[in-house]
């Protein structure tokens, strides 16, 4: 069984730069091998997709963050990162990752549930 873990949140200022982590443990899990995809829910609103990236490093991002954010992936420490750069209030947010593939272009997660996800902070 897969397990996904999130760190790197913070605060920060607007216009400032984050990295977060994605580190996928699980005795044949590759984050090689698999579609993950970030995802972010603000205070009061439904949990939005952000970035993904394929088996075949295909990567998609949400029009907001085109630009701005980049996903890309380590198969040696198995771990999917976010770049995140010129940061706004508006990506204030937990964000999250897990697991999934693509279907007609799509990113589809798995449905095997969230983690605990990391806040991302970022003031005015």
């Known amino acids: 069984q897969v397990q996904l873990v999130e760190s790197g949140g913070g605060l920060v200022q607007a216009g400032g730069s984050l990295r977060l982590s994605c580190v996928a443990s699980?005795?044949?899990?590759?984050?090689?091998?698999?579609?993950i995809g970030w995802y972010r829910q603000a205070p009061g609103k439904q949990r939005e997709w952000v970035a993904s990236?394929?088996?075949?490093?295909?990567?998609d991002y949400e029009d907001s963050v085109k630009g701005r954010f980049t996903i890309s992936r380590d198969s040696a420490k198995n771990t999917v990162y976010l770049q995140m750069n010129s940061l706004k209030p508006e990506d204030t947010a937990v964000y999250y990752c897990?697991?999934?593939?693509?279907?007609?272009?799509?990113?589809?997660?798995?449905?095997?549930?969230w983690g605990q996800g990391t806040q991302v902070t970022v003031s005015t």
């Open positions: 897990t697991s999934g593939r693509y279907y007609s272009g799509r990113y589809i997660p798995s449905g095997n549930g």
């Open positions: 699980g005795r044949t899990f590759s984050v090689n091998a698999n579609a």
């Open positions: 990236i394929s088996s075949g490093g295909y990567t």
